[in-house]
């Protein structure tokens, strides 16, 4: 029988939206997720959130040395005009574990109880559940989102470095930029490798190089958000 543990070894996460909440009119504005005295993680929700309308959800994850809050201003500015629910967890150590430790562990059981806490008190658009991420943080929202597509519809990846996984399940659309001058993450051994890999997979990959180093143009981020909520 495998256990909990062992399931989020494989990345797996268990975590689902619910369906006919009970109480949904949660409080919207910025929060903290209060789930560790330490590195806790952040959640904002639109000021205009009405459970009768299920908001998009996006899970963004932080670079190395980074926190919750540089998760969360990486799209922050799109959330209240395109009505999406943003959760930011900060990782458990100083990067995420799958890069820290070789392996998934503290982090993957963290990001499940920061969904469960969002899908047990917000409704959410259960076609629009991205994770997304800057350069480490893009690297794990690519690990985490190919493992869980069964739940995750989309991957933001902003120069990201690589990609890793045990199982996969389903396959999310996938969002990566990268500059071409980057000097932290060179684009030939990492995006320039990851793409033609993710599409000899068959996953559908919206790629954008731009002009610039290790950074997030604002036209880029733009970019990713239209892509994120456009109807197929």
């Known amino acids: 029988m495998v256990t909990q543990r ?8 268990m975590a689902r939206p619910k369906e006919n909440l009970k109480n949904s009119d949660g409080t919207v504005g910025l929060q903290q997720l209060k789930l560790d005295k330490g590195r806790d993680g952040l959640m904002y929700v639109p000021k205009g959130y009405n459970k009768d309308s299920p908001a998009a959800l996006a899970v963004m994850l932080h670079g190395a040395g980074g926190n919750a809050e540089h998760g969360l201003a990486l799209i922050r500015a799109y959330a209240d005009e395109n009505n999406i629910i943003l959760l ?10 799958i890069i ?6 503290r982090d993957v059981i963290y990001i499940d109880q920061a969904l469960e806490h969002v899908f047990n008190t917000y409704s959410v658009d259960t076609s629009r559940i991205a994770i997304g991420g800057f350069s480490d943080g893009a690297s794990y929202a690519l690990c985490l ?13 902003f120069s990201p470095g690589f ?5 996969t399940k389903g396959k999310p659309r996938i969002f990566i930029s990268h500059g071409t001058r980057d000097s932290v993450l060179p684009i030939d051994p990492c995006s320039r490798r990851i793409v033609p890999r993710l599409k000899q997979q068959s996953v559908l990959v919206d790629y954008n190089e731009f002009d610039g180093g290790h950074e997030i143009p604002k036209g880029v981020s733009q ?10």
Do not use: C, M
């Open 145 to 157: 989102g190919l493992t869980n597509g069964d739940l995750f519809t989309h991957v933001i990846a």
């Open 100 to 105: 820290a430790n070789d392996g998934f562990d």
């Open 163 to 167: 990609f890793y996984t045990i199982l």
């Open 6 to 13: 062992e399931v989020y070894r494989q990345g797996r996460l």
């Open 88 to 97: 930011a967890p900060s990782s458990r150590g100083q990067t995420w574990d």
């Open 223 to 232: 970019a990713s958000i239209r892509w994120f909520l456009k109807n197929e």
